[in-house]
């Protein structure tokens, strides 16, 4: 599969934000009870078109992807994928991206995820180490500087 990141275009709001709330939805009701206008608000907050790209898999918008610069680390903000997409290695792939980005910025990749994602495993499995936690999130790093190829 071609996997590869495209720039975002002000037209992939509504696609960012509705795959936003297909994947999301089950983990926040679960968690804090769903309520549409805070997560609104909260979505128009935390949502940032500079830091976010948008995934294709074989020339089809698959997912999108926001990350930033932060202390020195690149901070995977979010990354979500169609349902109908899951379970291809396209998260797998873009994540490996990163990585080799960290990798050749000397930079660490980190991230925060809620307990309760069952994408913790594959961020586990990509050599993520979780460095802390609270009540609802684990929040971990990859040491780029580690010369392992994840591809195997």
């Known amino acids: 599969m071609d996997v590869r990141l495209r720039a975002y275009q002000a037209e992939d709001f509504d696609f960012a934000r509705q795959l936003y709330f297909e994947t999301m939805h089950w983990a926040i009701e679960r968690v804090f009870g ?15 078109p500079d830091e976010v790209n948008i995934i294709t898999a074989n020339g089809v918008d698959a ?4 990350q930033r610069e932060d202390h020195g680390a690149i901070f995977l903000g ?6 109908e997409m899951q379970g291809k290695g396209i998260g797998t792939s873009v994540i490996q991206t990163l990585l080799d980005l960290g990798r050749q910025r000397s930079q660490p990749i980190t991230l925060a995820v809620m307990k309760i994602n069952p994408a913790i495993a594959l961020y586990e499995r990509l050599g993520f180490r979780i ?8 929040y971990m790093r990859a040491n780029s500087t580690e010369n392992l190829d994840f591809r195997s």
């Open 34 to 48: 769903w309520d549409q206008a805070h997560q609104e608000a909260s979505f128009a907050v935390w949502f940032n």
């Open 63 to 66: 997912g999108w992807i926001q």
């Open 78 to 83: 979010s990354i979500y994928v169609t349902p």
């Open 131 to 138: 460095t802390h936690e609270d009540e609802h999130k684990l």
